[in-house]
């Protein structure tokens, strides 16, 4: 009896010490569940705020992107729109000039630059955006020959930004610059007149007339300068898009 009870009471013992060890893991466990749970929870949370920002975030940056087209598109449209309005006021002026300077073809020539480097250092280009010519002399167009022009090509738009203007034969303009003097020589050309356009303190372009080889009578050159002195300065505020923005925004533009 008394090893009975000696092994009922050691396995009591045992169950309680047993007893107490689960418990305690149990305890251990639970509060590790907890905070696990807490942890897990607060990072869910976490995730889905930065996931709610980040949609807020894009939404705005795609409303400022949306926004930023549609004033580069309006202000796209708006340049167009004063490129419109200036053209046949500069095409009219021209055409004037052919009349007035007896000329065999008056134009417009405007610098833009196109292209860079490796270094990025850019190329400057330039276009004959407009020409008219004399149509009682049969006189053909050649603007479609000074198109994307590259001006490291020729010496006269150098000559030009220190000197203003030329005027004189093509004989005379081969000492400058040959090469754009053999296409003068190639277009018929026998006298030739070109001035720096500028406005607002910018070099615009370039103002020029040209007079074939059976051109019977050529202005002297004070009669040239007179006329470009005047429609220069028309021609050079036409092209200035700053100038035109602002006539434009107090409707002082005419169609």
């Avoid at 000329?103 to 490796?118: L, P, S, T, W």
């Amino acid at each position: 009896m008394e090893v009975n009870e000696n092994m009922s009471e050691g396995t009591r013992l045992l169950e309680g010490t047993a007893n107490a060890i689960r418990y305690f893991f149990w305890e251990v466990g639970n509060i590790k569940f907890q905070t696990a749970f807490k942890v897990v929870s607060i990072s869910i949370m976490l995730i889905i705020l930065v996931f709610v920002a980040r949609i807020a975030m894009s939404k705005s940056a795609v409303e400022r992107i949306v926004e930023s087209a549609l004033i580069t598109q309006h202000e796209e449209q708006t340049r167009l729109q004063i490129r419109d309005m200036v053209s046949p006021k500069i095409q009219k002026t021209l055409a004037k000039m052919v009349v007035t300077l007896n000329c065999d073809r008056a134009f417009v020539i405007e610098m833009h630059n196109g292209k860079k480097n490796a270094t990025e250092l850019p190329f400057k280009f330039f276009d004959m955006t407009y020409e008219e010519v004399n149509d009682d002399r049969q006189v053909k167009n050649v603007s479609q020959n000074y198109l994307e022009v590259l001006i490291t090509h020729f010496k006269l738009p150098y000559y030009l930004s220190k000197h203003d203007r030329f005027i004189g034969t093509v004989e005379e303009l081969a000492e400058i610059d040959r090469r754009f003097a053999s296409n003068l020589e190639e277009e018929n050309g026998y006298f030739f007149a070109i001035e720096i356009l500028r406005s607002g303190g910018k070099d615009v372009g370039f103002l020029g007339v040209a007079y074939n080889n059976d051109c019977e009578y050529v202005p002297t050159s004070k009669e040239i300068l007179d006329v470009f002195s005047k429609e220069g300065k028309t021609i050079g505020e036409l092209l200035d898009l700053s100038a035109q923005e602002q006539l434009l925004k107090i409707g002082n533009i005419d169609d």
